[in-house]
């Protein structure tokens, strides 16, 4: 939320935040440049991590860039990072107006392609959800340590 390449939203109902998103205008070296712009934090949260969970700091080290090895992709695009509506507020069409409000300042941000990662296994309604806003599926690829994902891509 802090960086200025990030576009994040919140959805209220009855003034409660009831879905979220978090996108970046600029994917390739997002997460680097985000590690040098906020060394002291990332680097005592890794030094906890080192000590309360090492695995997870190997496994966040080898997944800052998420693509695949046999697909050339040269990461110009914008990315959208995580979304999500609570429970009672899903398919009322939260996630989509969330999604394509993001987009639409994308586009006028000059961004003409957007792209994101997800589940490959027991994701059925989110990769639904995807499809139905017009994403297509760019490649499948596995991160580490052995997590079969989509990598999907949608032209704005
Ligand atoms: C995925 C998620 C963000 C969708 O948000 P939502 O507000 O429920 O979705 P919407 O009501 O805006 O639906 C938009 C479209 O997606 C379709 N859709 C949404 N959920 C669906 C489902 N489970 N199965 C089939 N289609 C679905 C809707 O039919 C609608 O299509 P339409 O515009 O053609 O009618 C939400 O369900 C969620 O938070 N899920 C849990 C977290 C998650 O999976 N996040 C993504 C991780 S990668």
Known sequence: MRSDETVTMVAEEDDKICGFSASTKFCKGFNSRLIKNNLFAFGMFALKLLVTSPKSLIRLVNNLTKKSDSVKDDEEYAE??????????????????????????????????ISLTTDFYNNESAIRFYHSVGYETFYEFVTYPNRKMYRLIKIL
Do not use: D, F, H
Not at 94 to 101: N, P, Q
Not at 102 to 108: F, G, R
């Open 80 to 113: 959208l990072y995580s979304i999500g509506v609570s429970k009672s507020a899903q398919g009322k069409g939260i996630g989509k107006r969330l999604l394509t409000y993001s987009e639409k300042i994308m586009k006028e941000n000059g961004v003409n392609r």
